[in-house]
């Protein structure tokens, strides 16, 4: 009875010893993860700290420190492992001309991973100048002991993208993130160009664009737009430089003449926007100003067409196909217009008269036949991609032939191509898909012949790119020459 007695009080005691023990081991499991919870706030705090002095330095010099001013400004701190802390940065922006107020895009961007390891579909922070990072307690085993984060850190020359995970996701070092992965704890501070270029007080002595907005537009007219800058220090001559980095494709941006949208600063009092708008899609202009200190201001100016504006295609031919033939042309010298809207016209010597060959087959000059000085224009309603041409009676010597030149709508010339004579003569002859070049429009045509003896013009027939196939009459069995 007595040995049991002692055996129930020893049994009472190891439990009150377990007990014991495990109070304690909660607790300090407790303090454990209080401490490590407070170890990432104060991480996060001393990160944003960091962040913080390189905006001070960058607000009195106007460009970022450099890796050992970055050192000397934070001196002592470190995160809650001991470690220093680490600043990752555009290699640019440490330069103090231009000034970091006169950058429209910097280098870094940084990607939210969330649990994703993988980081497939990250939310992605663009143009971010610098980053600084405490990179926690884990270790990889190499020198790099951010690389969860960070691939490189200290100055970067070229676009660099670091990763960003939820506290405690498994994942490896960049290059490899699911290779020997450990607990993600690093903590970066960040932000965009843009909201660091506020904190920094990029107003440039009051240096800004004054213009609220830009003018509405309308397709195919003509547009003007004048953009302003004031305050600030001037160029001399009171001047600016301006430059446009984003806009419409038919968009120009002079100041003073010169080219604002090479992607170089261009020198004006003011910045001069123009071009013919080519569609009615709105769009975003993007206007840079800059002072003679390098102080910047960045402008982003909605661009829409004004109300009920539209972009109407060219009118179809109003002739079948855009087909041509004799009895269209009017006769004589000068011009005409045909029934679909093409004008016809004589150059040199020449008279469109009615042909001898039955049927009423028109030539011209005197003869009949184009030759010389005599030539034939033709000018059609609409951009012409392919021509089709049928002749008769195309008679010549050797390699003398018909010369077609092609002009665009402005005047210019965009090619020439020359078709020889052949026999059998008294025939009809057509050729099709004449173009100037792959891709290539034109409006006009001029027709010349280059020792022709003989030559008949039946018709043409001009196509737009859906049609390639452009012959006068598709179903005629004539010999093409």
Same mark, same amino acid.
């Given at each position: ?33 209080? &401490? ?22 960058a607000t009195q010099y106007r460009r970022l420190p450099t890796d050992t001013e970055f050192q000397q ?32 895009? &910097?280098?870094?961007?940084?990607? $939210?991973?969330?649990? $994703? ?25 190499? #020198? ?5 984060? +960070? ?6 020359? #070229? ?17 490899? !993130? ?40 309308? %397709? ?21 430089? /301006? ?6 494709? /038919?968009?120009? +941006? *002079? ?9 170089? /600063?261009?020198?004006?009092? *003011? =910045? ?9 899609? +709105? ?18 100016? !909605? ?26 042309? !009017? ?7 045909? !029934? ?8 040199? *010597? ?22 010389? #000085? ?8 609409? $951009? ?24 665009? +709508? ?8 020359? /078709? ?10 057509? =050729? ?6 792959a891709g290539i429009t034109f409006r006009s045509i001029v027709i010349q012949g ?12 001009? %196509? $737009? ?14 010999? *093409?020459?």
């Amino acid at each position: 009875m007595q040995s049991l007695r002692r055996h129930r009080g020893f049994s009472f005691i190891a439990m009150i010893v377990l007990a014991t023990v495990v109070i304690v081991v909660g607790l300090s499991m407790h303090m454990l993860a209080k &401490a490590k919870g407070d170890a990432r706030l104060a991480m996060q705090s001393q990160a944003d700290a960091g962040y913080r002095a390189v905006i001070g330095y960058a607000t009195q010099y106007r460009r970022l420190p450099t890796d050992t001013e970055f050192q000397q400004l934070t001196g002592d701190l470190r995160d809650a492992y001991g470690n220093p802390l680490v600043y990752v940065y555009d290699a640019r922006l440490v330069a103090a001309s231009p000034d970091i107020c006169a950058y429209p895009t &910097a280098l870094l961007s940084v990607a $939210d991973c969330a649990a $994703d390891a993988n980081c497939a579909t990250p939310a992605t922070t663009a143009d971010v100048p610098f980053v600084v990072l405490a990179a926690g307690e884990t270790r990889d085993g190499s #020198a790099n002991t951010v690389s969860q984060s +960070a691939s490189a850190v200290g100055a970067l020359p #070229a676009a660099s993208g670091l990763r960003r995970y939820q506290l405690g996701t498994s994942v490896g070092a960049l290059a490899t !993130p699911t290779t020997n992965p450990f607990a993600y704890d690093d903590h970066l501070a960040f932000k965009d160009l843009r909201q660091v270029q506020n904190e920094v007080q990029c107003t440039g002595k009051g240096l800004r664009v004054v213009n609220v907005e830009l003018p509405r537009f309308k %397709c195919s007219e003509a547009y003007v737009g004048t953009v302003f800058g004031t305050s600030g220090v001037t160029f001399p001559g009171n001047t600016y430089e /301006w430059q446009v980095t984003t806009g419409p494709a /038919w968009l120009t +941006a *002079s100041a003073d003449g010169n080219n604002a949208r090479s992607g170089a /600063w261009a020198r004006g009092a *003011s =910045l001069v926007l123009g071009g013919t708008p080519d569609n009615t899609t +709105a769009g975003t202009v993007t206007v840079l100003l800059r002072d003679s200190e390098g102080s910047a201001q960045t402008r982003q100016f !909605p661009l829409r067409p004004v109300t009920g504006s539209s972009c109407s295609p060219p009118p179809p031919p109003s002739s079948p196909g855009g087909i041509i033939l004799v009895p269209d042309i !009017p006769t004589g010298s000068g011009t005409g217009t045909t !029934p679909d809207g093409t004008q016809v016209s004589t150059q040199g *010597s020449g008279v469109i008269t009615a042909g001898p060959i039955g049927g009423g087959v028109l030539g011209i000059g005197g003869d009949n036949a184009i030759s010389g #000085a005599e030539r034939l224009q033709f000018i059609f309603p609409q $951009d012409v991609h392919y021509l089709g041409l049928r002749v008769r009676d195309f008679r010549s010597n050797s390699s003398d032939h018909i010369s077609i030149a092609f002009y665009n +709508a402005a005047g210019g010339a965009v090619g020439q191509y020359n /078709w020889l004579a052949c026999s059998p003569a008294n025939a009809s002859k057509q =050729l099709g898909s004449i173009t100037p070049g792959a891709g290539i429009t034109f409006r006009s045509i001029v027709i010349q012949g280059v020792g022709l003896t003989q030559f008949y013009f039946q018709g043409l027939r001009y %196509c $737009d790119a859906s049609n390639a196939v452009c012959l006068v009459d598709p179903s005629a069995s004539e010999p *093409s020459c």
